[in-house]
């Protein structure tokens, strides 16, 4: 899919996940309403891919190259060259003047030859796909990594978990150069959700309403979040709402609740409906989400959003964003007893705690973001301007 036009000091965005996740497509179309030039490239793996289409981003020039294969997933070196020459082949790289590289490895080390053989300054995200796959079981491509790193004009990490985790895993020499580089700047929410809420306090008959959105997938840990739930409801009346689905794990959820081992929970499917979505926010006290591992989890902020304090992960997604005593505690994913605990900790700062939670989503809206982004852009390219 291409459209024309994208003028002059463009930003080349290199993002091979940027048809399965509504971030990024979001991010660009905020960045289209702030002025910025840009242009999209996602090599991809099946036809469904490279037909994606958003009337979003009429306006921004997009690439979307059926080029990959299965082969790619193991073929490293090969999938950076046959990506690197169809950029050179298909973008019109002499209007463009940065590029941003989603991921650390497979859109970073293509940002790196396109530095290296055009001179092109490039910025790289962190997420949690380096930090969790290719660090752990790709230690061959260490050597790349430490090199998009070093040659980076700046490095993004979208919490403060996961830049304390990048530092851990650097050479004191490459770690003391990439801290000086370093933002931390998380995924955004819409403008819709930061409207404030109604006033009034949920309806209540003293019972405690838990909420979890989102996939069903291992890496979610709703097995813990329901031993969790249990613990709590043998002392307490109780009820717990799963929205969403998916993922791979449903049937082990849908299991679990028609056990009768957990008659206060129910699972209500998925709710595409933002207004929907929000309503039932508001229905309930504390949203909880403890995964195995997380990027970010814009369900966080939705949640806070609608006045809900939230249990995440320790070390992990929006850690680190919010001073303790506040609208979140941190617990971890393999103890269900310190889970309960920490819903606990939460529950007893109701409802006191609800308008601080909608305060603290605000900073966390897609313009804001962007304008933060356009600002990056700006400086970088300035940088390189009078260097060169």
Known sequence: MNREGHGPNAVLHVCGDFAKQRIYPRLVTHLTRQGVAQVVYAPVRTEGEADWNSSDLARV??????????????????????????????????????????????????????????????????????????????????????????????????????????????????????????????????????????????????????????????NKNLPGLLEAASRLARTRSLRLTLVGGGGGGSATVERLLASGRYPFAKHVGRVEDPSALREIYRDHDVFVMVSTRE??????????????????????????????????????????????????????????????CVQEARRFGWNYIANTYAKLYGAVMSKAGLEH
């Open 61 to 218: 020039q997009c690439h979307f190259r059926h080029i990959l294969s299965p082969r790619h997933r193991v073929l490293f070196r090969s999938k950076v060259t046959r990506v690197v020459r169809d950029i050179v082949a298909h973008v019109d790289l002499s209007e463009v003047r940065l590029s941003h590289a989603h991921f650390l490895y497979s859109d970073g080390a293509v940002a790196l030859a396109l530095k290296r053989r055009f001179g092109l300054p490039y910025i790289v995200a962190v997420r949690n796909t380096d930090i969790n796959a290719f660090m752990r079981y790709r230690p061959d491509l260490r050597w790349i990594r430490d090199r998009v790193l070093w040659e980076a004009s700046r490095v993004v990490l979208l919490s403060p978990a996961y830049e304390q985790i990048l530092e851990r895993r650097l050479s004191a020499n490459l770690r003391d150069e990439i801290r000086l580089k370093t933002l931390v700047i998380p995924n955004g929410v819409e403008e819709e959700w930061l409207i404030p809420p109604p006033g009034q306090a949920r309806s209540s008959t003293g019972e405690l309403a838990l909420l979890y959105v989102g996939d069903f997938s291992k």
């Open 295 to 356: 990027t970010f989890g814009v369900v966080y902020i939705e949640a806070l959003s609608q006045g809900l304090p939230i249990v995440h992960t320790r070390g992990q997604g929006v850690d680190g964003y919010f001073a303790a005593s506040g609208v979140a505690e941190a617990a971890s994913p393999r103890d269900p007893a310190e889970i309960a605990a920490k819903i606990e900790v939460v529950a007893s700062r109701l409802p006191a705690v609800k308008q601080e």
